[in-house]
């Protein structure tokens, strides 16, 4: 019951804020860009595959943001409404970019992990599961880039965003049964590109 009186009270906090922007309210709108920026950030890394395009379509969305906001209605959640902003942009950024030729996913992603009060015993990884982590999330981005680009964008909506079915269809403009359909085909397309390292994964 905590958990989700804390996930309404967050709900309604967010709505407040979304309010005071619509407004004009622009310390509303900083607080909304420190609350979304680094995920906006990651999610266009991952489909771009390179900190320069990133840093250029998390830029051009969070502005899009702003400048729309007056037209959000709250039919769909923020989240949903925000990455449809952020996949848009990368769509047309990429249109764009077409004639220079594809980015690569070659570059290596470090997630921030979240800080975690060291207990008796320190469960810091050795160095040679350091090496082996940062092995298996290498090929595990190189392999997310291989895809089709409609499967990379669901399997980062889903597994690296953490959006919902919905959520995604809603974003993508499809049925539910496509999204799961298409996700389900991008995790075999997965597992065949990873076999040859599957002992990462073990």
Known sequence: MCAQTNKRKSAHDENIVIERCKKGDLSAFDELVRRYEKP?????????????????????ALIKVFNA???????????TWLYRIVTNVYLDHRKRRRGR????????LELDEGSVPRQVVDTAPTPSEEFEIRARNDALMRAVGELPEYQRMMV????????????????????????????NRARLALREILKPTLELFD
């Open 40 to 60: 906006v950030y990651n999610f266009a890394y991952r489909m771009a595959g390179n900190y320069d395009d990133a840093s250029d379509i998390a830029s051009e």
């Open 101 to 108: 030729g594809d980015v690569s996913l070659d570059e290596y």
């Open 156 to 183: 980062l909506l889903f597994h690296g965003q953490g959006l919902s079915y919905e959520e995604i269809a809603e974003i993508m403009s499809l049925p539910i049964g496509t999204v799961k359909s298409r996700l």
């Open 69 to 79: 906001i007056g037209s959000f209605r709250g039919d769909a959640s923020f989240t």
